[in-house]
């Protein structure tokens, strides 16, 4: 579209050579069902909203693309958040693209960045899993001005050399750098007492991993497994 797109339902298959929705203005997915098997990216728009819906995407670029006017990959900027810089310091961006989850469940398998916000990223609710490469310049979250998750569910894995995770949190965030992991590697958190919280075995190989749910308290301790090596790991 050259202006938006609105998803209120039904069912969708989608494979293509380039994007699998774009719109010029909006992307809002309220509910539905959307299958995008193949795609350069999955969902593109100047400002991309997942209200609702069941999607699963592969990518042969970026997930989700915060990307206004013609087809193109954005404004690319700095890269706060870094893993063991925090927020701050990035070069400043021009861009005003937005991505926002307020509900749904998204699996992204990118190629890839898992979520490229050419501008801001906010999650307030849903349940998204990101799977990304460990080659390349990708990033699980790659945004220029800020991402916060303040509800929802996330499990993000993917390359560690641009890696970026939330800069503002309501929440609980767990990010590690767990070196070379194959595909198919196990990845599990447990709670001080011992009850699993979050589980998720990745299909293609990663370096870090992000979690982040209501379940998990900033400040507290909790024991993260991956394959059959555990450590245990604090909430930012």
């Known amino acids: 579209s050259n202006t938006s797109i609105t998803v209120n339902g039904g069912t969708?298959?989608?494979?293509?050579?380039?994007?699998?929705?774009?719109?010029d203005e909006t992307l809002t997915v309220t509910d539905g069902t959307i299958h995008i098997a193949e795609?350069?990216?999955?969902?593109?728009?100047?400002?991309v909203k997942v209200e609702g819906g069941?999607?699963?995407?592969?990518?042969?670029?970026d997930g989700l693309n915060a990307a206004g006017g013609a087809d193109s990959s954005g404004i690319t900027g700095g890269r706060d958040g870094r893993f063991g810089g925090g927020p701050g310091g990035g070069m400043s961006s021009?861009?005003?693209?937005?991505?926002t989850i307020s509900g749904g469940t998204l699996y992204i398998n990118a190629?890839?960045?898992?979520?490229?916000?050419?501008?801001?990223?906010?999650i307030t609710g849903g349940y998204t899993v990101i799977v990304g490469p460990t080659q390349g310049d990708?990033?699980?979250?790659?945004?220029?001005v800020s991402a916060e998750i303040t509800g929802g569910t996330f499990i993000g894995t993917g390359a560690s050399g641009m890696a970026q995770t939330f800069s503002e949190s309501s929440q609980g965030?767990?990010?590690?750098?767990?070196?070379?992991q194959p595909a198919g590697t196990a990845i599990t958190l447990s709670a001080?007492?011992?009850?699993?919280?979050?589980?998720?075995?990745?299909?293609?190989?990663?370096?870090?991993?992000?979690?982040?749910?209501?379940?998990?308290?900033?400040?507290?301790?909790?024991?993260?497994?991956?394959?059959?090596a555990s450590k245990e790991v604090k909430a930012d």
């Not at 069941?54 to 670029?61: K, R, V, W």
Request: proline residues 2%; charged residues 15%.
């Open 12 to 23: 969708f298959e989608i494979a293509s050579g380039d994007d699998a929705f774009h719109a």
């Open 39 to 47: 795609s350069y990216e999955g969902l593109e728009a100047l400002h």
């Open 54 to 61: 069941d999607i699963t995407l592969t990518a042969s670029d």
């Open 94 to 99: 021009s861009s005003d693209g937005s991505i």
């Open 111 to 122: 190629s890839g960045d898992g979520i490229d916000a050419n501008g801001t990223l906010t």
């Open 138 to 144: 990708t990033s699980t979250l790659d945004y220029d």
């Open 173 to 180: 965030v767990i990010s590690v750098n767990v070196g070379n």
């Open 192 to 228: 001080a007492s011992g009850n699993t919280m979050i589980t998720q075995t990745p299909e293609l190989a990663f370096e870090i991993v992000i979690l982040s749910s209501p379940d998990i308290v900033s400040g507290e301790s909790y024991t993260i497994t991956v394959g059959s």
